[in-house]
Each structure stands twice: as C-alpha cells, then as structure tokens.
C-alpha cells in the first residue's frame, strides 16, 4: 500500500466492481420531483446486506451503492436487493423512485439542500450550481492491485468515456423541454471547476505530486473535488468511471458495469500504449459530441488524425472485448448493450417516444418509475 496525503491506497482484489446509482425520488401525485429523502433514509428498515442507501446533495434524491463484488451478477443480485428495499419504504412514504440522468420537468430554484456540514460546505463554495446538481449518474468502481496501476487506468479509461455516455445515455429533457442532447446530465458537471479528465501522469507518486500542488494552491481539499471523468479512488482501491446517466432499470446498470469490468481487464491484459497528451486535445469535442449525438456521434482520433463513427467503435470494441467478457462470465449482460447500437435503441429513445405517445412529461415519469421498479411477477394460476 502507499501511503500519501491522501491516506493509503488500499489495494483491491484485481476487477472486483462497485455500483453507485443516484435515484429520483418523486411525487406519486403529478410525479414532480419530492422533498422526502430524509423522510425516507429515516424510515429505513434494512440490515444493509446488500450495500447501502443513503442521502445526496439534494432532498430529491438518494444514493445507493452496492458491495463489492467479483462478479457483475453478484452486482446485479445487489441492485435487485435493493431495489426490493426501496420498493416496500417508498410504498409506505407514498413515494416514487426513478432512474433517468435529469427529471424532466422540475425546477431547480425549488430544490432543498439535505441537512449535514458536507452539502452544507458545498452549497456555500457552490451556490446555486449545488441545486442545479439535482441530476443522476451511475458511477462504476474497478479494483486495482496497485496504486501505480490505478494511475495508469484511470488514462486508459479516459478513452472510452465517449462509449460510456452514449451507452448510458438518459437525459434529453431539462426544464420541460426536449434539450436535443442524449445525455444533458453532464453540462451540469461540466460547470464545476474541477471537471474533465486526469492529466498525463506517470504513476501514483505523480499524482500526489499534483494533487499537492492543487491543494497548495487552495484548488483542492479532498479527492472528492476532483469532478473528473474518470478518477482514483485511493480508500477503496478502485477507478472510479463517472460518466455514466443513471439508466432506467438497473439491469442496464448492471450491464454497464459488465462493460467496465471486460474493458478493464482487456487494458490491464493488452497495456495499449497511453497517448493521454494527445487524447486531452480533443477530449471535450469527444465527450461533447457523445452527450449531443449519443450513437450518432463522430468521434476525433487524434492518433489517426481522422474521426470514426461512435457505433462502428462501439461494434469494434464489443469484438474486442468478448473473449475477456467470456473469462469474466459475464458476457451475457453485455448481449443488451450489443442489441442497442444499431438501432439506437437507449433510454434517450425510450424517454422521447413516451413523450410522444402521452404527450406530457408527467406520464414519461410515471411510466420511468413503474420501469424502475416493475410491479412483483404474480405467481401463475397452476402455482396458486
């Protein structure tokens, strides 16, 4: 382990994963976002079994996270675990719970910021963007056996973080309109001044030489400043992916982190050559253009010097991956994410044509909670 300013890099079992998904909580009456997470989290009867659930920056939303598994079925029997958890609390609360990267239609002026000193902390440095990060991404944690090796996929990462939002992508509506992007959750990232990718570094010893120089110059206190893309996650020994909209059903949740897991694995294994320097110069264009377009998008290869089409990367890159998806067993979960590329079929997609077929939002959000959370299959007539 290294120990650092940052406290010590816990060494992780290589590839074990971790799922975060931050929820909307929702009125059941005209499915408007609702202030009852404390409400809710203070409800909670639950022995944390499968993770934990706990409050976020504002009181219209939620966290839950998973334990660390080895395997993406082990993460997907954990969001299913609480999933069931929150199903029967909220049910009590009269309160509605669903995945999307932004509520449609709220306001954020009519947000409350939840009760504690470190939201507190942020809403005073923050202002107003604090509720205007009322929005909802997954983040995918990747154990790694070194520090050093956590530095290097960390850059590695950064390529694909295209790939991600475009997979994930669940947030076209902001404000009551359709904003035309496929994932407008992360202009609200976008905002902070510690956002965007990890710089070149050479190992761990590198960045703590720059995270000592963000600190010292007042940019930085904590690890948690860092609104990177992708980022070190020293106390947990994992990279943490952050670019991902929370999906509708946390099968594709699961699915996401298949994709992660494999990726990971083919880097760790393959150890591609970083052109992280280069990679920076157009990695805002790349992300940009993954958040407006989703699989429509070009994507800049500043190697190449040339742009590529976001779905002909994305069919190369699932070939790539599917013998270490094979070793990692989890190359079913990764057959949805396949079937999604050539006819665009994402939650973006989704999100639009219910709006279409109801005509008003409120209904989008209806239907987004009852996807989120299915009604429990009814046992058949021969079994009753």
Not at 344 to 373: C, F, I, P, S, Y
Request: one cysteine or more; hydrophobic letters at 40%.
């Amino acid at each position: 382990m290294s120990s650092t300013p940052l406290g010590e890099f816990t060494d992780s079992a290589a590839l074990t994963l971790g799922v975060e998904l931050e929820l909307q909580l929702v009125s059941r009456r005209d499915f408007d976002l609702t202030r009852g997470a404390t409400d809710l989290i203070g409800s909670l009867d639950y022995d944390g079994r499968y993770g934990e659930i706990k409050l976020e920056i504002t009181e219209s939303m939620i966290e839950i996270s998973t334990q660390p598994q080895a395997t993406v079925d082990g993460i997907a029997a954990d969001l299913g675990g609480l999933r069931e958890t929150l199903r029967h609390h909220s049910q009590r609360n009269n309160i509605g719970i669903c995945g999307g990267g932004t509520h449609p239609f709220h306001r954020w002026p009519e947000r409350r910021i939840c009760p504690g000193e470190r939201f507190d902390d942020l809403y005073q440095r923050y202002g107003y963007l604090a509720k205007q990060f009322t929005v909802f991404g997954q983040h995918i944690h990747v154990g790694c056996t070194s520090a050093d090796d956590a530095i290097w996929l960390t850059q590695a990462l950064g390529v694909y973080v295209p790939a991600f939002i475009a997979l994930s992508a669940s947030s076209p509506f902001v404000d009551g309109v359709d904003s035309f992007f496929q994932s407008a959750r992360l202009n609200a990232v976008s905002a902070f001044p510690l956002s965007g990718q990890c710089p070149p570094l050479a190992g761990w010893a590198d960045f703590v030489e720059h995270f000592s120089f963000l600190q010292a110059c007042g940019i930085a206190q904590s690890i948690k400043d860092l609104y990177w893309d992708v980022r070190p996650k020293p106390e947990f020994g994992t990279v943490e992916i952050r670019v991902c909209d929370t999906p509708l059903t946390i099968e594709q949740a699961a699915a996401l982190a298949a994709l992660a897991q494999s990726l990971a694995r083919w880097l760790l294994r393959t150890r591609p050559e970083l052109q992280t320097a280069k990679q920076l110069h157009v990695a805002r264009y790349n992300k940009f253009q993954a958040c407006r377009y989703g699989m429509a998008a070009m994507i800049s290869d500043p190697i190449a010097l040339a742009q590529q089409p976001m779905q002909e990367i994305l069919k190369a890159l699932f070939e790539t991956l599917a013998d270490d998806a094979r070793e990692l067993g989890c190359e079913h979960w990764l057959k949805a994410l396949r079937h999604g590329i050539a006819d665009e079929a994402g939650d973006a997609a989704w999100l639009r044509a219910k709006q279409q077929e109801h005509g008003n939002l409120n209904d989008v959000v209806r239907e987004a909670t009852e996807r989120l959370m299915p009604p429990p299959s009814k046992p058949s007539a021969e079994n009753s």
